[in-house]
């Protein structure tokens, strides 16, 4: 049977960058993209100047002695390498001083990872792309119920860089007419894991998530107000530049951030 710590990380959806040490804009906004075709190529998601961090979506395969495995939902094809092409983006965004992430895991995937000696091995093929100058970073998107049932263990351990707390698709945090629930929430989080920079995540359209939407006025003048008194506030993560592109979300939040 695998250890405790091995069957947390087979359900952690985790995220590393590869990026220059430099500083971030963009009121320290996270975004994803990868996930519709629709949504333009990552250069353009970083040229519009909106965004500290994008998360590329998603690395679904891996683990288990299985071959990593990119799925940018028609953005690229892997099995014939040309996923590659991505490489100029990214150097392109990480030249705006935007960090870049790969995010591994997501909502739907084969990822597994068997044994405490398979996740030491996951983590090796990822601390190879460190070195100087660069660092990987590590960060975790988990729901807004705390303590998290994967990930409480791993939280604990102040390794990581970067949490965005998704409050959103989960009744018993997220905004629904008033914030008392997601304020509730957001200290439990921000007073009981030893980790320092915090991202509220929440969708950026109605569309984007089963529940959980905030509209912009609510979050500039109610919710961020309320939240920000916290040392550990670092940002807003959305999901996602597609739906980013159509409400404008991001650049109605920007100056509050």
């Known amino acids: 049977m695998a250890s405790n710590s091995a069957i947390s990380l087979a359900f952690l959806i985790l995220s590393i960058i590869l990026v220059q040490i430099v500083g971030t804009g963009a ?62 983006d990214i ?30 091995k996951l983590a090796i093929f990822l601390s190879k792309y460190g070195k100087p100058g660069k660092k990987v970073y590590l960060t975790a998107p988990p729901l807004c119920p705390f303590p998290n049932i994967w990930m409480k263990g791993a939280l604990q351990t102040g390794l990581f860089d970067y949490v965005w707390v998704q409050f959103y698709n989960s009744k018993k945090c997220e905004y629904s007419d008033h914030i008392g629930k997601l304020v509730h929430a957001w200290k439990q989080w921000t007073s009981n894991i030893p980790e320092t920079e915090i991202f509220l995540g929440l969708p ?15 979050l500039t003048s109610k919710v961020l107000p309320a939240i920000k008194t916290s040392a550990k506030y670092w940002g807003v993560m959305l999901w996602s530049t597609y739906f980013d592109d159509q409400t404008g979300y991001s650049s109605s939040i920007r100056s509050h951030v």
């Open 91 to 120: 150097k392109s965004c990480q030249a705006k001083g935007i960090k870049v992430m790969l995010s591994l895991g997501g909502e739907i995937g084969t990822y597994n990872l068997s044994s405490t000696k398979d996740a030491r």
């Open 204 to 218: 950026a359209a109605p569309e984007a998530a089963a529940s959980g939407f905030i509209p912009a006025a609510v």
């Open 27 to 88: 009121g320290r906004i996270a975004i994803y993209w990868g996930q519709n075709e629709n949504k333009g190529t990552l250069a353009q998601a970083c040229a519009t100047g909106k965004y500290a961090f994008v998360n590329i979506a998603f690395l679904p395969t891996f683990g288990n002695g299985q071959k990593p495995t990119i799925n940018l939902a028609g953005h690229c094809d892997p099995d014939s390498n040309g996923c590659t092409r991505f490489s100029s």
